[in-house]
């Protein structure tokens, strides 16, 4: 039996296929076919995001774990390359449905921090460059959050030592958690 895989090296990609010896009837048609899906996701992930995991946010106040969040992974961007850099940002009461593709912003990360913070107390938080861009982030970010969003109370402030690495990131995909930790992904988009 032939099996498709991926080599992933630096970002580019290679299908290879690797032949083993099995008793015939031992793989079902359905089991071939989940093989073959696995190495054609790898190939498109090996230079974009498949190949990392989300999980849902936590807040410091006891809030329930049940509410639905997106988990959104960014990605280093510069000069038109992917970078090695990697972080997520998280969207409690994410408000859009299955199959939409956000506009989400490209973030310029930096020493200073935007919170936004709901009614309750989950919270949107973000890192850049500026609070200029803290602000536009959140602004952008609150749209996605549906009702739960008004009346949020943002805050903004630099980080004590300053000495975080200045970098531009670009979102990737977007998890969706429709019962935040209690269940597993509900549904991804690629951006």
Same mark, same amino acid.
């Given at each position: ?12 990609? #290679?299908?290879? #296929?690797?032949?083993? +010896?099995?008793?015939?009837g031992s793989v079902t048609q359905s089991q071939k076919d989940s093989l073959a899906k696995s190495a054609q996701l790898a190939l %498109? ?9 989300? $999980? ?9 774990? +049940? ?6 992974? /960014? ?27 956000? #506009?989400?912003? #490209? ?45 949020? %109370?943002?805050?903004?402030? +630099? ?16 998890? $969706? /958690?429709? %019962?935040g930790k209690s269940e597993g992904v509900g549904w991804s988009v690629d951006l």
């Amino acid at each position: 039996m032939d099996i498709p895989y991926v080599e992933c090296k630096d970002g580019e990609a #290679t299908q290879k #296929t690797m032949t083993l +010896e099995v008793r015939v009837g031992s793989v079902t048609q359905s089991q071939k076919d989940s093989l073959a899906k696995s190495a054609q996701l790898a190939l %498109k992930g090996c230079s974009s995001s498949s190949n990392v995991s989300t $999980f849902p946010d936590s807040w410091a106040s006891r809030i329930p774990d +049940e509410r639905p969040q997106a988990a959104i992974y /960014y990605r280093e961007w510069s000069n038109g390359k992917w970078g090695k850099y990697t972080c997520s940002v998280h969207i409690p009461y994410y408000s859009k449905p299955k199959g939409f593709k956000p #506009t989400l912003p #490209t973030i310029k990360k930096g020493g200073y921090f935007g919170i936004l913070k709901l009614k309750d107390n989950s919270q949107i938080y973000v890192n850049c460059e500026s609070i200029q861009e803290c602000k536009r982030v959140i602004s952008m970010l609150k749209g996605f959050t549906g009702t739960e969003g008004k009346g949020a %109370k943002a805050k903004y402030g +630099e980080f004590g030592d300053g000495d975080l690495k200045k970098v531009t990131v670009k979102a990737v995909r977007l998890d $969706f /958690y429709p %019962k935040g930790k209690s269940e597993g992904v509900g549904w991804s988009v690629d951006l």
